[in-house]
């Protein structure tokens, strides 16, 4: 079983920025490619970045140029930088593998950009 904890999420003005860190336990983080996903009410999860083993990352086209996602292999962490917040990007930000894991959905960190 692998576990994945979110954390990094507030409350932050528009064209603010915030930095979202993934702890990771398990294989899960050495296997695969990881990526950031997203959830707002009402609305399916969707995934907004992700990187690979080497490195190479992708970025949904709603979040390029303003978010960058990394990761630290040696202390089994991912990162999501967001830079330029909309009040668009307030949602539940998720880690997990890509593709996703069922059993290994965490709680979430909330990110809310707003006035």
């Known amino acids: 079983q692998v576990q994945l904890v979110e954390s990094g999420g507030g409350l932050v003005q528009p064209g603010g920025s915030l930095r979202l860190s993934c702890a990771a336990s398990g294989s899960i983080f050495r296997l695969y490619t990881m990526g950031w996903y997203r959830q707002a009410p009402g609305k399916q999860r969707e995934k907004v970045a992700t990187?690979?083993?080497?490195?190479?990352?992708n970025y949904a086209d709603s979040v390029k140029g303003r978010f960058t996602i990394s990761r630290d292999n040696a202390k089994n962490t991912v990162y999501l930088q967001m830079n330029s917040l909309k009040p668009e990007d307030t949602a539940v930000y998720y880690c997990n593998a890509d593709p996703p894991r069922r059993s290994s959905w965490g709680q979430g960190t909330q990110v809310t950009v707003s006035s």
């Open positions: 990187i690979t083993l080497g490195g190479s990352t």
